[in-house]
């Protein structure tokens, strides 16, 4: 390794101290550090591919104990154009679904490839985020990217996630699933994006996953942030147009850091005319995690659901204990207990689920 990359790494690795856990892949992390997503993170919204930088802290900073590589940090570049990283997540989990035999074993969630391509660097980006398995592979995001000289404004096209409230790595939470915008529900179109220190915002005008199956319509989606160093809150909105039905979603959204324990919050609203007769939906999320200290987090949060605002008591709650281990760097091991709450006759709205999960990163 040169000296110039050496002293850089050294640079990076000793101003990441000061970011500990940033790169871990959760919003909470952003919320505990005051910094934003795209400080880790290629997409300024989160989730997929780490920067140069993200790589660093990963090995660095958020293992309880880090391995010596032989002076050789794994910072995701080949070359000087290309950059690559993967995720893999696989569990044991244990269902107890009220009345029905209990459920127990092993399972793949996923294993994601990701690689950037600098056509000209910090200008012109191409991107690609492929899941591989389970199942066949399936391009999750496929975009270009196009930033303006001074890095305040951007324009990309192509398949990619949609901006709105939390990105978070728990895909079935109610905010998300009410809202049907998640890291499973990626849509077809042209994203504007504004970024300044204190600022994040994006407008989104792409098919709308409505629409897969019928290829008329769209969905408008925006979002802004205000990110400060102990709190942040941000507004978000879309609509779609679909000949099933148009629907309206709004959310609000924020995080706060008291001492170790970073606080995230969201609520969710969804005016779905898909339904006959149409449905109001409700969501919310209020989440906690303790930075114990260095690679161990406890998670705690609870949820509620609101199918239909017309209809009484047929709200749902789940409530969640999670403990994250990070051993070593680019592994993560995670304990997990979650217990559903709804009305006595839906089995599955009152269930348990126990998960050890594993997951491999860089």
């Excluded at 989990?93 to 793949?108: A, Q, R, W």
């Excluded at 996630?161 to 728990?170: I, K």
């Excluded at 005008?205 to 925006?222: D, E, F, K, V």
């Amino acid at each position: 390794m040169s000296r110039t990359r050496s002293t850089l790494v050294r640079i990076v690795a000793g101003f990441a101290v000061l970011l500990a856990h940033l790169a871990h892949g959760e919003p909470y992390i952003a919320v505990q550090q005051g910094y934003k997503c795209d400080a880790c993170h290629f997409n300024p919204t989160g989730g997929g591919l780490r920067t140069e930088f993200g790589d660093v802290v990963s090995e660095n900073v958020l293992p309880a104990s880090h391995i010596d590589m032989g002076g050789q940090p794994w910072l995701g570049k080949v070359g000087d154009f290309v950059r690559i990283g993967a995720d893999l997540r696989a569990d044991w989990s244990y269902t107890d679904v009220p009345h029905t035999s209990i459920e127990k074993g092993f399972s793949l969630e996923q294993i994601r490839a990701y690689a950037d391509v600098a056509v000209i660097p910090k200008r012109l980006d191409l991107y690609v985020d492929e899941q591989l398995a389970p199942g066949g592979a399936s391009a999750m995001e496929a975009y270009g990217r196009y930033t303006t000289a001074d890095g305040q404004w951007y324009v990309k096209g192509g398949k990619f996630y949609l901006p709105f409230g939390w990105r978070l790595q728990d895909n079935t939470a109610f905010v998300r699933e009410v809202s049907g915008i998640s890291m499973t529900t990626p849509d077809t179109g042209v994203e504007l994006g504004f970024e300044r220190p204190e600022w994040s915002a994006q407008l989104d005008l792409t098919n709308g996953a409505a629409n897969a199956n019928t290829g008329s319509g769209h969905q408008i989606t925006g979002q802004a942030v205000s990110v400060h160093p102990i709190w942040r809150v941000g507004l978000g909105a879309s609509f779609t147009q679909s000949e099933a039905g148009n629907k309206r979603v709004a959310t609000i959204f924020g995080g706060l850091r008291t001492g170790p324990v970073a606080w995230l919050a969201e609520g969710d609203i969804v005016r779905d005319l898909s339904f006959e007769p149409e449905r109001t939906m409700l969501a919310s999320l209020l989440e906690a995690d303790w930075l114990v200290r260095r690679g161990h987090n406890v998670k705690l949060s609870y949820e509620y659901e609101d199918p239909d605002r017309s209809v009484h008591n047929n709200g749902e709650t789940r409530a969640s204990a999670l403990y994250e281990f990070t051993p070593i760097q680019f592994l993560q091991l995670r304990l997990g207990y979650r217990k559903y709450k709804g009305i006595p006759q839906n089995n599955e709205q009152n269930m348990s689920l126990a998960f050890l999960e594993m997951h491999v990163f860089l």
